[in-house]
């Protein structure tokens, strides 16, 4: 058994605990580039407890999914304000732009240089600006991960960003900052921390301690999700959802994922689609392909028994097959408003460009067996209109 365990230096949790970013950002810098979502407004208490500290401001916000235009805008605007540090305050947007930004306001070069894919796919040199992470959303985990994923409109794509050097200095998780966050974005958030939980815990390169975050993190989705979505201001369910979040992100960064988000970085750089929207939309139907191909090829693969741990954990039922968590997983969907993806714009004519570029997707690499195209070209027919 061999596996690498790496995340950020330090974690904070707990309700209040956003009162902690002020004196640490004092240790590290002067100028703090803060880096938010669509609502800058929300970081108004942050902003007085930096100043409070001593720590000048200058506020970037970074509307949508980023893209690699944003990034470059924001590291010249961090240099022009002489900024020494970096604070991402928002959804896993805000969050991966500031990472990007962090790393290249310390290397040479051109963020090309450093992409994956469409890039020179160059090592970052240097340790990335002190960076610190305050997710306000319950999705993504990106405040403990080590890659910013970016859109390229240009090429319709959207790539990572990846090196240990991006890992935060500190990630300050305050379930306060998600209370009476919108039912859509609680709905399209919590299921992509769910999709992150299943797909790490069946993947390849599953091991004992992503497991124990996994096995956590989806009891935690199970009872709290659509008691978040309906009562926004409930403290447990956010507290729970929260938490299953940081959990996905520290599963994710270190065991990898899978089909659904092997196809949601292609399907993601080529719609207007929210990521955690995408996600939920495959997550039933690569669970059941990804289950039928198991049995048929791989009957003793350890996945199988995975798949019905987590039909017991989010049913609450002992005696349950797999199926059952699929099942419900889609009527969770189904309650949560999640639309298939030709609402999305998305057609038949775009599936094989899409199994092409999914095939070669870094996530698909811990799928639990390798599907044939006939088996994506389901997945995504059936995530199209949602049968």
């Not at 305050?89 to 240089?113: E, H, R, V, Y």
């Not at 240990?164 to 305050?174: E, G, I, K, T």
């Not at 859509?184 to 497991?211: C, F, H, K, M, W």
């Not at 349950?320 to 969770?332: H, K, N, P, S, Y």
């Amino acid at each position: 058994m061999q596996f690498e365990f790496a995340t950020a230096t330090r974690i904070l949790f707990g309700e209040g605990s956003v009162r902690e970013v002020a004196p640490a950002a004092k240790r590290w810098g002067r100028r703090a580039l803060l880096v938010t979502g669509r609502t800058p407004e929300r970081s108004g208490r942050l902003l007085a407890d930096l100043a409070a500290a001593g720590v000048a401001a200058s506020t970037f916000m970074a509307e949508g999914e980023p893209t690699i235009d944003l990034v470059r805008r924001g590291v010249a605007f961090a240099r022009e304000e002489k900024c020494d540090l970096v604070v991402a305050f928002g959804g896993g947007s805000a969050i991966d732009a500031g990472k990007a930004m962090a790393g290249l306001l310390t290397n040479p070069g051109d963020l090309m240089d450093y992409l994956e894919v469409v890039g020179r796919g160059k090592p970052l040199e240097c340790p990335a600006a002190p960076f610190i992470t305050v997710p306000t959303t319950a999705g993504t985990g990106s405040e403990v991960t080590r890659n910013a994923v970016l859109g390229v409109p240009e090429r319709r794509v959207k790539v990572s960003l990846r090196s240990p050097l991006l890992l935060p200095r500190l990630a300050v998780v305050d379930p306060e900052l998600a209370l009476g966050l919108p039912p859509a974005v609680t709905a399209r958030t919590g299921l992509d921390a769910l999709t992150q939980l299943i797909e790490a815990y069946v993947s390849l390169r599953a091991n004992p301690l992503t497991d124990g975050f996994c096995v956590e993190g989806i009891e935690r989705v199970a009872r709290a999700l659509r008691r978040a979505f309906h009562e926004g201001h409930d403290p447990v369910a956010r507290r729970d959802m929260s938490l299953a979040a940081l959990l996905s992100g520290l599963a994710l960064a270190n065991a990898g994922l899978g089909v659904v988000h092997g196809f949601a970085g292609p399907l993601g750089g080529k719609f207007p689609a929210p990521h955690g929207a995408i996600c939920a939309a495959i997550l039933p139907y690569g669970m059941e392909i990804n289950l039928r191909a198991l049995r048929a090829r791989a009957p003793a693969s350890d996945s199988l028994r995975r798949y019905e741990h987590v039909a017991r954990l989010l049913t609450g039922r002992a005696n349950v097959t797999a199926e059952a968590g699929i099942e419900w997983v889609r009527d969770t969907c189904r309650d949560l408003g999640i639309p298939p993806l030709a609402a999305y714009g998305m057609s038949e004519q775009d599936v094989p460009t899409l199994i092409a570029e999914a095939s070669q997707a870094s996530s698909m690499k811990g799928n639990p067996l390798v599907l044939a195209p006939e088996e994506l070209r389901e997945v995504l027919m059936r995530s199209l209109e949602g049968s």
